[in-house]
């Protein structure tokens, strides 16, 4: 079965850097459309950044010009760049999965991690 395995968060100052990878198994990732979302304490889960079978991006504006996101096909990898961090990106980050190949107006995803601890002090 599919599952995805967050890593890479952690406590950093304001301003700092963080790299979040996702890990996917249990199918042949290379082309489906995944993404990033996260949730805050007492907030509902949020999309942070998305990436679709053909590479096209998109981001929440909060993150925009700070965050990248991009994926390793040969490591079947997710990843999130995130830059200036501030205190209101602390949250829990997932990664989440679509099964299909499609673009990111038809993205749904359907697989989901456990999440990664984001702290912006």
């Known amino acids: 079965h599919v599952q995805l395995v967050e890593s890479g968060g952690g406590s950093v100052q304001a301003g700092g850097s963080l790299r979040l990878s996702c890990t996917a198994s249990?199918?042949?990732?290379?082309?489906?459309?995944m993404g990033w979302f996260r949730q805050a304490p007492g907030k509902e889960r949020e999309k942070v950044a998305i990436?679709?079978?053909?590479?096209?991006?998109s981001y929440a504006d909060s993150v925009k010009g700070r965050f990248t996101v991009s994926a390793d096909s040969s490591k079947n990898t997710l990843y999130l760049q995130m830059h200036s961090l501030e205190p209101d990106d602390s949250a829990m980050y997932y990664c989440?999965?679509?099964?299909?190949?499609?673009?990111?107006?038809?993205?749904?995803?359907?697989?989901w991690g456990h999440g990664t601890q984001v702290t912006v002090s």
């Open positions: 989440a999965a679509d099964g299909r190949v499609v673009r990111i107006a038809h993205c749904a995803f359907d697989y």
């Open positions: 990436i679709d079978s053909y590479g096209a991006t």
């Open positions: 249990g199918y042949a990732y290379s082309r489906y459309c």
